[in-house]
């Protein structure tokens, strides 16, 4: 049987240390431990396995730090120390799954394997001709073109201008499978804008934990909100054509060409992407302006 992927464990007792081990076997992981403390896992892992201890309602923290700041996409299993009301619970949609104990290895790795596909499908839905949904995010596009925007494999790519915008960004999406290093891709981004008139933006969000890879000219404005991080408000400024920054969940991006002033940004941008898709479409009308941009929010 060939191991192609790896379950990374968490430091757990010797004996559930052994039970998480075999199903990984099972489910045809080869295997790594990792204490907290230690490096982040790499190559990025298929799943995290480990224990939750009696009486214990949270993720530990170094697990959650784990899972929440650097593999953002990979799908956590829990042995419970507890009784649970069935024998296997999902939870924060379906990333994370409490195990009952005692469970056998078998069903344990029926799980581990479930866990993975359910982390690895495509799961691109487009719910209106201007709203996308994938894995980790949704996008909203107010105005411009819907063929400028591409869900890829799990992440997005999109231009938002005029001109070729649509050519560009299937140019982009093309080009970006085959550009592994975010650097090599980001690189491509101010030509292939070119095409999309004098002021566009361009986006890049992997499927993975990767970093956005962002780009404008002319009067174009990418601006990224987050409570996770300070300053919390931040834009790409005048003059610097791309920028790489790291995704994290809770990221909402605004990218556009025409987009009227939002004085209220930084508090409806607390309130997720369609209080600001909202906002900005108040004050499009009253400024009597047309709007051409896109919202994408990191919901994982």
């Known amino acids: 049987m060939s191991l192609l992927r790896t379950a990374v464990i968490l430091e757990a007792p010797p004996q559930q240390q052994r039970l998480l081990e075999e199903a990984a076997a099972l489910a ?42 650097h593999l953002t996409g990979v799908p956590v299993l829990l042995l419970s120390d507890e009784p649970l009301i069935r024998p296997s619970v999902l939870l924060a949609g379906g990333r994370l799954t409490l195990l009952d104990s005692p469970l056998p290895a078998p069903a344990i790795a029926e799980r581990i394997r ?21 894995r980790r995010w949704a996008a909203t596009l107010l105005g411009g073109d819907p063929a400028a925007v591409l869900p890829t494999e799990g992440g997005l790519v999109a231009v938002v201008g005029g001109g070729e915008a649509a050519a ?32 566009a933006a361009a986006v890049l969000l992997p499927a993975d934990t990767g970093p956005w890879s962002l780009a404008h000219r002319g009067a174009a404005l990418v601006s990224l909100f987050s409570h996770r991080r300070l300053p919390s408000h931040w834009t790409l400024p005048a003059g610097q054509e791309v920028r790489l920054l790291p995704s994290l969940r809770g990221d909402l991006l605004l990218i556009g060409t025409d987009v009227p002033a939002l004085p209220d940004f930084d508090r409806v941008a607390r309130d997720g992407i369609e209080a600001v898709a909202a ?15 896109l919202l994408i929010d990191v919901v994982r």
Request: net charge positive.
């Open 114 to 134: 479930a866990a993975i596909e359910r982390a690895h499908r495509p799961e691109i839905h487009q719910a209106s001709p201007r709203t996308w949904r994938g």
């Open 168 to 199: 560009a960004a299937r140019d982009l999406a093309s080009m970006a499978p085959a550009c592994r290093d975010p650097f090599a891709a980001s690189r491509l981004m101010p030509t292939l804008l070119s095409r999309a008139g004098v002021s």
């Open 279 to 293: 906002h900005a479409q108040e004050q499009a009308a009253l400024a009597g302006r047309p709007l051409n941009a």
């Open 28 to 69: 045809a992981c080869a295997t790594a431990r990792w204490r907290a403390g230690a490096p982040v896992p790499d190559p990025v892992p298929a799943v995290l396995l480990g224990v939750l201890p009696k009486g214990q309602r949270r993720l530990p923290p170094a697990l959650a730090e784990l899972a929440d700041q």
